[in-house]
């Protein structure tokens, strides 16, 4: 009687673990289908999860590399994560909500700044250690790329770094469908492009009396270096090849869909020495 009641116990422990397993493989295999898409349609890597390991994808994007995860803080929580080379390694700077959310304590020397837009400074705190270059980096576009990452998935969260030479951009909780770890890889590609517009030099751009100037561009649509035959997004100020805008109708921009463009101006010599 006694190794029949033992029997059965063992059979319930071994229903109820496979059952457990069952649930997590198929939770495991959705998770894993995300992160595979992810990888496929940007021509990267994907190392899927396991028992004990979370998925993420390497990938190249134009010449930058780009790594796509997860991790789990224990009590300070679960969160996707997209890492982002950045050229410069010395430029420390954070962006965070100002009411709750994620905040962590500031890297040394950085200190808190308001850049002078007010909707931005009310939702957003900055810290950085060098005021000029926040500011220089902080531009529409970007501060735009800011807020659409800050609801997607409706959580109103975000945070965004720089630091060792690195672009970091995460939300909290694991994104496990499909569209939404796509919108949040695409979300964080566009803040990184409109974060490098602000570092090029050398064309002229002219609009409303304001003037930027960029040295080397390359086009959302080919994925070509633009050395002639440049136009810009009235919107955003993405550059593309004429006829690549052209071709595909309105900006390539996910979410912007500007129809027009503007044609910059070839930055004349210098009348300096």
Same mark, same amino acid.
Request: glycine share 8%; charged share 20%; net charge neutral.
């Given at each position: ?6 029997? #059965? ?5 071994? /229903?109820? %673990? ?16 995300? =992160? @595979? ?29 780009? &790594? &796509?995860?997860?991790?789990?803080? #224990?009590?300070?929580? @679960? =969160? ?39 909707? =931005?400074? /009310? &939702?957003?705190?900055?810290? $950085?250690?060098?005021?000029? !270059?926040?500011?220089?980096?902080? %531009? ?13 998935? #409706? ?11 690195? &672009? ?16 949040? $890889? ?11 517009? %602000?570092?090029? /030099?050398?064309? !002229? ?7 930027? /100037?960029?040295? !080397? ?10 050395? %002639? ?12 090849? @004429? ?15 500007? @129809? ?10 210098? $009348?300096?020495?």
């Amino acid at each position: 009687m006694e190794c029949f009641v033992s029997f #059965g116990i063992l059979v319930v422990i071994i /229903v109820v %673990t496979v059952g457990i397993a069952s649930k997590a493989q198929a939770h495991a295999d959705g998770w894993n289908r995300a =992160f @595979q898409a992810v990888a496929k349609r940007y021509g990267g890597s994907c190392i899927p999860a396991g028992w004990f390991s979370h998925p993420s994808v390497r990938f190249h994007y134009g010449s930058t590399q780009v &790594l &796509l995860n997860t991790y789990n803080a #224990g009590r300070g929580g @679960q =969160f996707t994560q997209i890492q982002i080379q950045w050229p410069e390694a010395d430029f420390r700077l954070e962006v965070f909500p100002n009411l709750g959310g994620m905040r962590y304590k500031p890297f040394r020397g950085m200190y808190e700044i308001e850049i002078g837009v007010k909707d =931005f400074d /009310v &939702l957003y705190a900055v810290r $950085t250690d060098n005021e000029t !270059e926040a500011r220089a980096f902080l %531009t529409d576009g970007v501060r735009w790329q800011i807020d659409r990452l800050f609801h997607l998935l #409706g959580n109103g969260d975000l945070y965004l770094a720089i630091h060792r030479g690195r &672009l970091m951009i995460k939300k909290p909780s694991y994104i496990r469908r499909t569209v939404d770890l796509d919108e949040f $890889t695409q979300l964080s590609l566009e803040l990184n492009d409109q974060a490098m517009l %602000t570092r090029m /030099v050398g064309i !002229e751009f002219v609009q409303d009396d304001n003037v930027q /100037v960029i040295k !080397e561009a390359v086009c959302q649509i080919c994925g070509e270096d633009i050395t %002639t035959d440049m136009v810009f997004c009235r919107r955003c100020k993405t550059p593309h090849h @004429q006829e690549c805008w052209q071709y595909y109708g309105s900006c390539a921009v996910y979410g912007c869909q500007e @129809q027009r463009f503007v044609v910059p101006k070839l930055a004349g010599p210098s $009348t300096e020495p």
